[in-house]
Nanobody, 118 residues
Framework: QVQLQESGPGLVKPSQTLSLTCTVSGASITTSGYDWSWIRQSPGKGLEWIGYIAYSGSTYYSPSLKSRTSISRDTSKNQFTLQLSSVTPEDAAVYYC??????????WGQGTQVTVSS
């Protein structure tokens, strides 16, 4: 069974950097054919794709967020991370990590609520 679990601070101050980690079990993040994505959901914007890191380590970001986004991985821990800098209240959302199998997101984390407040 493939499981993804988000972790990180639920509260971030404006102008600071949001850092979240996705821990994967039941599958290796280096197995060919899969991409590992970050997606967020807010009442104002709905679902929004942030970016992903491929099994090869290549990264791709949403054009609207790429200047503030960095996705990396630690293969020894089977984890990948999201860093979103200079956050504002508009970045408040539920953040999900998910696996893309080439056709769909077949596995999702449960999501973690991130609040931006001083």
């Amino acid at each position: 069974q493939v499981q993804l679990q988000e972790s990180g601070p639920g509260l971030v101050k404006p102008s600071q950097t949001l850092s979240l980690t996705c821990t994967v079990s039941g599958a290796s993040i280096t197995t060919s054919g899969y991409d590992w994505s970050w997606i967020r959901q807010s009442p104002g914007k709905g679902l929004e794709w942030i970016g992903y890191i491929a099994y090869s380590g290549s990264t791709y970001y949403s054009p609207s967020l790429k200047s503030r986004t960095s996705i990396s991985r630690d293969t020894s821990k089977n984890q990948f991370t999201l860093q979103l800098s200079s956050v504002t209240p508009e970045d408040a959302a539920v953040y999900y990590c998910a696996r893309w199998d080439g056709d769909s997101y077949d596995y999702w984390g449960q999501g973690t609520q991130v609040t931006v407040s001083s």
